[in-house]
C-alpha cells in the first residue's frame, strides 16, 4: 500500500491538498444506461470558449452549440403532442407550449419557464423545444422567455426580458396559479427574477424548481475545484461566459449571484443536483440559505450525475417525477 502525504501547496492557502493523480472509475452504483452516458461523455471533446472581447467568435459559438444540440432538443419535444407558439409578451419574445389534455386541477396554472445555456446559448428554437419539452413533461400550460443575451445584450437585459414576463403573468394568472423554475443559468436568472419582484413589490409565485442551478458567478463553491474535471459537462468552466453576461458588474450582486441574497419570505423551492455536478456547491449552499430564513426547501441530489441531467435513463425518468410532484404540490397548498 502506497502512503501519500498530504502538505500544502506552496503558494495556497493554509490546508490545502496536493492530491495524487487517480482514475476515476464509472460506478456500478447507477443504472447501466447512466454508466453508458458517462462513458459517452468522458470522450468528448473540449469546446474552448472565445476571450469575453471577442464578438464575432462569440456568435460563431453559440451558432455551432445551437445547430449541434437543436436535434436533440426537437426530439425530445416530439415525444408529446404539444402545441407551441411564439409570442410577445411585454414586448419580450417567448414560446407558450400547451400539452393536449391538462387535468382539471391545473386548469389556470402557469409554469413560467428559464432555459439555461451559460447565459449566452440556446435562444430561439431551442428554447422553444425545450419549452415545449417542459410542458409535456408536467403536462401544463408553459411559458418559455426568450430572454435577450450576449454578446449584444448583457446583464440587464436577460432580468430586465424575465421580470416583465413574470409581471404580465401575474396579472394575468395571480402568483398563486405560478410556478416557475430554470435550469443551470436559467435556476440563476429565475432566482434573481424573484429577488427583483419582491423587491419590486410584486408578489412571488407558488414555487420554484431550480435545476442544478448556477447561483454563484463568483465561482466560489467548494466543488467549483472539487468536481473540477470530473463533471464533464463543465469542461471548461463557464468563467468566460460569466465575464461576456455579467457585464462589467460586481458578481456579488444578488441579482447577478442570487445564492447572497435575502430569501425571507420566498416560496417553496426544489433544488437538484448531482454528486459529479460543478455546481453541487451551489445547490447545497442555496439549500442551506433558504433553510436558514425558515423556507420550505427541498434538496435532490442524484448519484454520479453530473450538470444537467442524465438523458434518456432511469434517473432523469426519477428526476421528472420529483419536478412533477414538487410542482403538482405547490398548486394543492
Not at 502506497?2 to 487517480?22: M, N, Q, V
Not at 464578438?55 to 437543436?70: F, G, S, T
Not at 419549452?131 to 430586465?160: E, F, I, Q, W
Not at 455546481?279 to 442524484?302: M, P, Q, T, Y
Amino acid at each position: 500500500m502506497t502512503d501519500y502525504i498530504y502538505k500544502p501547496e506552496p503558494g495556497l492557502k493554509k490546508g490545502a491538498l496536493t492530491l495524487p493523480a487517480r482514475i476515476i472509475p464509472v460506478p456500478n452504483s447507477i443504472s447501466h444506461d447512466a454508466q453508458k452516458v458517462l462513458e459517452a461523455i468522458a470522450m468528448r471533446s473540449v469546446d474552448i470558449p472565445p476571450s469575453a472581447d471577442d464578438r464575432e467568435a462569440w456568435m460563431r459559438y453559440k451558432l455551432d452549440i445551437e445547430v449541434n444540440l437543436l436535434p436533440s432538443f426537437r426530439a425530445r419535444a416530439a415525444r408529446y403532442d404539444v402545441q407551441s407558439k411564439q409570442m410577445k409578451i411585454s414586448g419580450v419574445n417567448s414560446y407558450v407550449s400547451t400539452p393536449p389534455t391538462t387535468e382539471i386541477r391545473f386548469k389556470n396554472k402557469i409554469y413560467f419557464d428559464v432555459h439555461g445555456g451559460a447565459f449566452v446559448v440556446l435562444a430561439g428554437e431551442p428554447c422553444r423545444a425545450m419549452g415545449a419539452a417542459v410542458a409535456g413533461n408536467l403536462g401544463l400550460k408553459t411559458v418559455s422567455v426568450d430572454y435577450r443575451m450576449p454578446p449584444d445584450h448583457p446583464y440587464p437585459a436577460a432580468l430586465d426580458d424575465c421580470i416583465a414576463v413574470y409581471r404580465s403573468l401575474v396579472e394575468e394568472y395571480g402568483a398563486t396559479n405560478i410556478v416557475a423554475g430554470g435550469n443551470s443559468a436559467g435556476g440563476n436568472i429565475v432566482l434573481a427574477t424573484m429577488l427583483r419582484a419582491r423587491d419590486e413589490g410584486l408578489p412571488l409565485p407558488a414555487g420554484l424548481a431550480l435545476l442544478s442551478p448556477e447561483v454563484d458567478l463568483t465561482e466560489s463553491g467548494d466543488t467549483f475545484t472539487t468536481n473540477n474535471g470530473i463533471d464533464f459537462l463543465q469542461r471548461p468552466r463557464i468563467t468566460a461566459a460569466i465575464q461576456l453576461y455579467a457585464n462589467g458588474y460586481d458578481l456579488m450582486n444578488p441579482y447577478l449571484s442570487p445564492l447572497f441574497g435575502d430569501f425571507r419570505g420566498f416560496p417553496r423551492c426544489f433544488i437538484q443536483s448531482g454528486t459529479r455536478d460543478m455546481f453541487l456547491s451551489n445547490s447545497v449552499r442555496l439549500h442551506r440559505a433558504l433553510r436558514k430564513v425558515g423556507v420550505d426547501a427541498e434538496l435532490h441530489i442524484w448519484e454520479a450525475m453530473p450538470h444537467g441531467v442524465f438523458v434518456d435513463v432511469p434517473e432523469e425518468a426519477e428526476v421528472n417525477m420529483e419536478v412533477q410532484q414538487f410542482v403538482s404540490h405547490c398548486f394543492q397548498l
